[in-house]
């Protein structure tokens, strides 16, 4: 089940709601960018896998700069150095835009006046201005918290409580939403509820079960 340990408790028990960007409001994927540099999917994989991994990306989300981090790799693999570079030179290339179907359930949440809404991301301080710019419904979160400002990311318990501590939200009355299921957890044992997002649907299924937002849609 996607939903995590909440089924029993009331909607009016919500204080507020609190969402991962990218893979659940924003659409980012580096394959849309380097699907256009490998004509072989399987190499694309590999260079994926073991050039710019996701661990190497991890470290930019936690603050570490793209020039340093480019730099760095680029002396390990000079025979990818294209690839590399394109990262971040082409960082824009990677976001699709944005997964319209949970703008919409993001709109309607904040339609009903109920519940507050924050988002928790792992990010680049560099690259964040631009989406903040870019995407218009970043701008009906009552507070944003990002990873690379703050120099840690999820799933560190310490990122958490920063949104916490900060927004003073109560763990047990605010509904968590991340497609990564490390950072779900994670949020599960600081006593947030959380829902593991896996497709708009599924989302719209969960939140109707517990009564935050209509069956409709």
């Given at each position: 089940?996607?939903?995590?340990?909440?089924?029993?408790?009331?909607?009016?028990?919500y204080?507020?709601?609190?969402?991962?960007?990218?893979?659940?409001?924003?659409d980012?994927?580096?394959?849309?960018?380097?699907?256009k540099?490998?004509n072989?999917?399987?190499?694309?994989?590999?260079?994926?896998?073991n050039?710019c991994?996701?661990?190497?990306?991890?470290?930019?989300?936690?603050?570490?700069?793209?020039?340093?981090?480019?730099?760095?790799?680029?002396?390990?693999?000079?025979?990818?150095?294209?690839?590399?570079r394109?990262?971040?030179?082409?960082w824009?290339e990677?976001?699709?835009?944005p997964?319209?179907?949970?703008?919409?359930?993001?709109?309607?949440?904040?339609?009903?006046?109920?519940?507050?809404?924050?988002?928790?991301?792992n990010?680049?301080?560099?690259?964040?201005?631009w989406?903040?710019?870019?995407?218009?419904?970043?701008?009906?979160?009552?507070?944003?918290?990002?990873?690379?400002?703050?120099?840690?990311?999820?799933?560190f318990?310490?990122?958490?409580e920063?949104?916490?501590?900060?927004?003073?939200?109560?763990?047990?009355?605010?509904?968590?939403?991340d497609?990564?299921?490390?950072?779900?957890?994670?949020?599960?044992k600081?006593?947030?509820?959380?829902?593991?997002?896996?497709?708009?649907?599924?989302?719209?299924s969960?939140?109707?079960r517990?009564?935050?937002?209509?069956?409709?849609?």
């Amino acid at each position: 089940m996607g939903i995590r340990k909440i089924l029993k408790l009331r909607t009016d028990m919500y204080e507020s709601v609190i969402f991962d960007l990218g893979g659940v409001l924003i659409d980012w994927n580096p394959r849309y960018l380097y699907r256009k540099i490998f004509n072989d999917e399987k190499e694309m994989e590999w260079f994926l896998n073991n050039i710019c991994t996701p661990e190497w990306n991890e470290q930019q989300d936690a603050g570490r700069s793209f020039d340093e981090a480019t730099e760095e790799l680029v002396a390990r693999h000079p025979e990818h150095e294209v690839a590399i570079r394109a990262w971040y030179g082409r960082w824009k290339e990677t976001i699709q835009g944005p997964i319209h179907e949970t703008v919409d359930i993001l709109r309607h949440i904040r339609d009903t006046k109920k519940y507050s809404l924050y988002a928790l991301t792992n990010w680049s301080a560099e690259t964040f201005p631009w989406a903040m710019e870019k995407f218009d419904f970043l701008q009906w979160f009552e507070g944003i918290v990002v990873s690379g400002v703050e120099k840690t990311r999820k799933p560190f318990p310490e990122f958490y409580e920063i949104l916490l501590t900060r927004y003073q939200l109560v763990p047990g009355k605010s509904l968590f939403i991340d497609d990564n299921i490390k950072n779900v957890d994670a949020a599960q044992k600081l006593g947030i509820q959380s829902i593991h997002f896996q497709n708009p649907t599924q989302l719209h299924s969960e939140l109707s079960r517990i009564g935050l937002i209509g069956a409709e849609r």
